[in-house]
């Protein structure tokens, strides 16, 4: 490809990410007290039914896996499928959301007036409000869009970004009305990334005994720095009678000691360490270590942990990232 071919992909690019700000603008602009209606239909609903012909198919099916994955019961409907036997599903009480950019979508509309004679709750996200499915939704929501990212305006991107969203945060706005997201994502996480974190407790994973670099206040920092170096876990405690932790010297501690020009020369840890130093249950999840390691203005890298103020171990981020690959 010739640079000024590969310069005009990127503009075209470029442009196409600046039209979709535009229309995510236009989506935060939009949502209003109806978003919170949606909300509350679906999590009063007995279950949720999903439904979209197309592109705006596969948003309705994303919405109903993430909201299984949060405990909210849900299924994906083929929109002609209903219309065929499997509307069967539906029973009163139950909630339906559904998809299309032009709120004209024949089988769709069909369904959800099946849907709302069985006595179902449709919420409707369209790409207008002036639409069939609108006027037949309890709950109408729209995604709006300045444009397509295509040069002609025709294939769905950005409103098929937009629907997605506004899925995706009708399905956290669920969660977080429910008010208990962490153990609906403990019982229905139990494998993977968000099981190891969730479920998996700090005391499981950290090295501790005979694996824990500590050292008693008032050893020398040339000591000290023999323990961090022999560990190799970037880090020594310095503990007091009954174990109490007292602070910790890190790597990154080291570094700024050599940036200052100190010497080791009768100096002890206590002189240098860092006092009082952001520490963790041992009972605590995965979870909240790395919430604690990574949502700082100052993200560290390694914690000491304690219980009931003796510390018993240490933990790392690198620890838990390697239980998640």
């Known amino acids: 490809m010739k640079t000024s071919e590969h310069q005009s992909l990127l503009e075209t690019v470029r442009t196409a990410l600046q039209w979709q700000r535009a229309s995510i603008e236009l989506l935060d602009a939009s949502i209003d007290d109806s978003f919170n209606q949606a909300v509350h239909v679906l999590l009063s609903s007995g279950k ?22 949060i405990r909210k019961p849900s299924i994906y409907i083929h929109p002609v499928d209903a219309l065929h036997g499997d509307s069967g599903l539906i029973e009163e009480g139950d909630a339906l959301v559904t998809f299309s950019k032009s709120g004209e979508t024949s089988e769709v509309i069909r369904f959800a007036a099946m849907a709302t004679e069985m006595g179902a709750s449709v919420v409707s996200i369209t790409g207008r409000a002036d639409c069939r499915l609108s006027d037949l939704a309890r709950v109408p929501l729209i995604a709006p869009i300045t444009r397509e990212l295509d ?19 009708l399905a956290m706005g669920v969660l977080h009305e429910a008010g208990d997201a962490m153990e609906r994502l403990r019982h229905s996480h139990p494998q993977g990334m968000i099981g190891s974190t969730l479920l998996r407790t700090v ?12 050292v008693p206040a008032g050893t020398s920092l040339a000591a000290a720095l023999a323990v961090l170096s022999s560990f190799g876990l970037g880090c020594v405690c ?8 007292l602070g910790i010297l890190t790597d990154g501690d080291v570094r700024r000691l050599v940036t200052r020009g100190v010497t080791v020369d009768g100096i002890v840890v206590d002189d240098v360490m860092t006092v009082n130093p952001v520490s ?22 390694v914690l000491p942990v304690t219980d009931r103020g003796r510390c018993v171990g240490v933990i790392r981020v690198h620890d838990i990232v390697r239980l998640q690959v």
């Open 151 to 169: 040069a002609n305006d025709i294939i769905p991107t950005a409103s098929t970004t937009n629907a997605l969203i506004l899925a995706d945060l």
């Open 203 to 214: 005391e499981e994973v950290m090295h501790s005994a005979s694996a824990l670099p500590r």
């Open 280 to 301: 963790i249950a041992s009972d605590a999840t995965l979870h909240d270590a790395l919430q604690l390691m990574e949502r700082r203005e100052r993200q560290i890298g």
């Open 238 to 245: 310095v503990c007091g009678a009954d174990d109490a932790l």
């Open 48 to 69: 949720v039914l999903t439904t979209g012909l197309g592109k705006s198919g596969f948003i309705a099916r994303k919405l109903a896996a993430t909201l299984n994955s």
